[in-house]
């Protein structure tokens, strides 16, 4: 297994999509934005998004020592499973090396972990279409309305989410990409030009998400075969947007001085 890139342009801009992917686009998700959006003020807002991003390599440590350490106790166990099923490592480790109690504790904490990441996954794309887009098609909807909306919104995105789970064949980590991949194309480049560029426009953000979803779809529907990852070209097509819409209409300042109606 080699980390980097050999030095061939191809496979540096596939590893370059890769790494872009799990980096950048993880930023937009609720996952690591949600801090930003619960601190009480900026210092408390960057310090909680460094030392979170910082644990997640601690974390993500775990199961890279725990499938090492399977691969010195079992090998051929692990060559097995490589063959078959990568996911059944761990497990397998767990329920032939391990004494019952560690088990109920891996076991628990495995079913822990699923549950909460489910919970955040249902609720936080639930909640944003509730607030920000479903709202702004009926402004006087009540709170006991909108509590009802946000409701079947989840049901809904459960029915979904659970019917994608029974069909595909994909594994987790192809999942959790794909969700990545979502984000880095259509949310990135809004996010970050709204927080960092004064010129930033309303315009540009729709067509920044407009090109960018628009070019991952098609891409990712036709299976054209490119040199590029398509969520790379979603990226830089969402950039374009983001410059040309900007350009065209500019930002329209929302502040009101004081004593204006």
Not at 47 to 62: H, I, K, N
Not at 157 to 177: C, G, L, P, Q, S
Request: with cysteine; hydrophobic share 55%; aromatic share 12%.
């Amino acid at each position: 297994f080699d980390f980097l890139p050999k030095l061939d342009l191809l496979d540096m801009l596939g590893w370059i999509a890769a790494l872009l992917t799990m980096a950048l686009g993880s930023i937009p998700q609720q996952d690591v934005f949600q801090r930003v959006n619960a601190a009480k003020n900026e210092t408390i807002a960057v310090w909680g998004t460094v030392l979170g991003g910082c644990a997640y390599f601690f974390f993500a440590a775990v199961p890279l020592f725990l499938a090492y350490s399977a691969n010195m106790i079992d090998p051929a166990m692990v060559q097995k499973f490589l063959a078959a099923d990568s996911q059944m490592i761990l497990p397998t480790l767990i329920l032939n090396h391990m004494p019952f109690f560690i088990q109920v504790v891996f076991f628990g904490a495995l079913i822990s972990v699923i549950m909460s990441t489910a919970s955040g996954t249902l609720l936080a794309p639930s909640v944003t279409f509730t607030e920000n887009i479903l709202k702004g098609f009926s402004p006087d909807m009540s709170d006991k309305q909108f509590l009802w909306a946000t409701r079947v919104t989840v049901f809904i995105f459960t029915v979904i989410v659970t019917f994608y789970a029974i069909v595909t064949d994909a594994r987790i980590h192809t999942m959790v990409e794909n969700a990545y991949r979502i984000t880095l194309a259509g949310a990135f480049v809004p996010l970050v030009a709204g927080l960092f560029w004064k010129r930033a426009s309303n315009l540009g953000a729709l067509l920044a998400i407009s090109f960018g979803l628009s070019v991952w779809i098609v891409l990712e529907i036709t299976g054209v075969e490119e040199p590029v990852e398509p969520q790379l070209l979603g990226l830089v097509a969402s950039a374009i947007g983001m410059v040309l819409g900007s350009l065209l209409s500019p930002k329209i300042s929302h502040v009101q001085e004081l004593g204006s109606p």
